[in-house]
């Protein structure tokens, strides 16, 4: 867990210090926001604008060939000290604000797509479901 933790700072001070446009979404956001379980890996929306100067600086890692998803993004996964990251450059996503919120992690602010989002568009069957609805429950006791 602390691994991940690592790697998702290090993404979002990278992504911050040069502007680039991002959000964690996906089961990651529920990781970020505190639900513990093992992730496969670390979910990250980024503008498409910035899709070469993220691949630039990212480039000493071990990387798959980028793919065309749906003519919706392209998409690569990035293995970043043994964790990989699914970098996915969407097209026509120019703001990463709707539904998101800022979680910060050791004096890291980290963009995040927001946990009741995720729970919304859920499948029932996802093994996800209990474990948010139980974050849930003990936040709403607070």
Same mark, same amino acid.
């Given at each position: 867990?602390?691994?991940?933790?690592?790697?998702? =700072?290090?993404?979002?001070?990278?992504?911050?210090?040069?502007?680039?446009?991002?959000?964690?979404?996906?089961?990651?956001?529920?990781?970020?926001?505190?639900v513990v379980f093992d992730m496969e890996d670390v979910d990250v929306y980024?503008?498409?604008?910035?899709?070469?100067? !993220?691949?630039?600086?990212? $480039?000493?890692?071990?990387?798959?060939?980028?793919?065309?998803? $749906? @003519? %919706?993004?392209? @998409? =690569?996964?990035? $293995?970043?000290?043994?964790?990989?990251?699914?970098?996915? *450059? !969407? *097209?026509?996503?120019?703001? *990463?604000?709707?539904?998101?919120?800022? %979680?910060?992690?050791?004096?890291?602010?980290?963009?995040?797509?927001?946990?009741? *989002?995720?729970?919304? @568009?859920?499948?029932?069957?996802?093994?996800?479901?209990p474990l948010i609805d139980d974050w849930f429950n003990r936040k709403n006791? =607070?």
């Amino acid at each position: 867990m602390l691994q991940e933790w690592k790697v998702i =700072c290090f993404l979002a001070e990278l992504f911050q210090t040069n502007g680039i446009k991002y959000q964690f979404d996906g089961s990651t956001t529920v990781f970020i926001h505190g639900v513990v379980f093992d992730m496969e890996d670390v979910d990250v929306y980024i503008s498409y604008d910035s899709k070469e100067i !993220v691949l630039s600086m990212l $480039n000493e890692h071990e990387m798959t060939e980028l793919k065309n998803y $749906n @003519h %919706i993004m392209e @998409h =690569c996964y990035i $293995n970043i000290n043994g964790i990989l990251v699914h970098a996915m *450059f !969407v *097209f026509d996503k120019t703001d *990463f604000s709707e539904e998101a919120r800022d %979680i910060v992690y050791n004096g890291v602010k980290i963009h995040t797509k927001n946990i009741e *989002f995720y729970r919304r @568009h859920t499948k029932k069957d996802n093994p996800l479901i209990p474990l948010i609805d139980d974050w849930f429950n003990r936040k709403n006791k =607070c």
